[in-house]
């Protein structure tokens, strides 16, 4: 973490995330996991605390928690392992953390639905306004009502997404990303521009964006190889097409 012991950051509130909403914070080394715990708390979280995957799944099965703040790096079984076994008993926004470098460990944790990532050393300051972005984002309330179109629906009250009347199994991201795709049809979107729309992100790492495109293609195009509605503008980024043919342009 960046700072010392002898500067410590003022916690930020929670007042624009959830107040009150349990967390739980798994990290094998002590002095992370207890200064993420303390700044958590101040912030007006309730926080569990665990230091490895088997702790993890007990805490999580004991009090379901309202997000994960999740090593990857832990003895035995690793933070991919907890995070799948996590999600295997419902959904749960988790946050990743992982060693500055490790491109590959984070994209796999995006691959596997991690809804975001912090990456060691970190502030626990930013740390804290990533949970609240996240729980901001997966609690109710969407002012929009039911989006559609070529057969993909996405009603944000109920928080639920359909392709063709069969219900979509969605992280939170993949959630926000269709949903803002669905709100926006026919316009191009860079990258830097969905990070700052659906992430609340002004800057961060812009693979986060091509995976979640990637594997929310997976789940809405019928031939993901050859994406029809997701479609990638060279040069730009993205834009949503639900009225145009087989483009001949892929990934």
Do not use: N
């Not at 939170?172 to 049809?185: G, S, T």
């Amino acid at each position: 973490m960046q700072q010392s012991h002898k500067t410590r950051e003022p916690a930020p509130r929670a007042d624009s995330g959830r107040h009150g909403a349990r967390i739980l914070v798994v990290d094998d080394d002590p002095t992370v996991s207890e200064v993420v715990t303390g700044y958590l708390d101040r912030a007006g979280y309730r926080v569990d605390r665990a230091d490895d995957g088997p702790g993890a799944l007990a805490r999580a099965a004991a009090h379901r928690p309202d997000l994960v703040v999740l090593d990857l790096m832990l003895p035995g079984m690793d933070g991919l392992e907890v995070c799948r076994r996590l999600r295997g008993h419902g959904p749960v926004p988790v946050i990743m953390l992982t060693a500055r470098g490790d491109e590959e460990d984070r994209v796999l944790g995006l691959e596997i639905g991690a809804d975001d990532y912090v990456t060691k050393p970190f502030s626990p300051r930013e740390l804290v306004l990533r949970v609240e972005s996240v729980l901001r984002r997966s609690g109710p309330g969407a002012d929009t009502g039911p989006l559609g179109a070529a057969g993909l629906t996405v009603d944000p009250v109920s928080h639920r997404a359909t392709k063709r009347s069969e219900e979509l199994a969605l992280t939170l991201r993949e959630f926000d990303l269709l949903a803002f795709f669905l709100a926006h049809p026919g316009r191009a979107f860079s990258r830097e521009a969905l990070m700052r729309e659906v992430w609340g992100w002004e800057f961060g790492d812009l693979s986060t964006v091509t995976v979640h495109v990637r594997r929310l293609r997976g789940k809405v195009e019928d031939d993901p190889a050859r994406p029809r509605l997701i479609r990638t503008v060279w040069g730009v980024g993205y834009r949503f097409e639900p009225d145009l043919p087989d483009p001949a342009e892929g990934d």
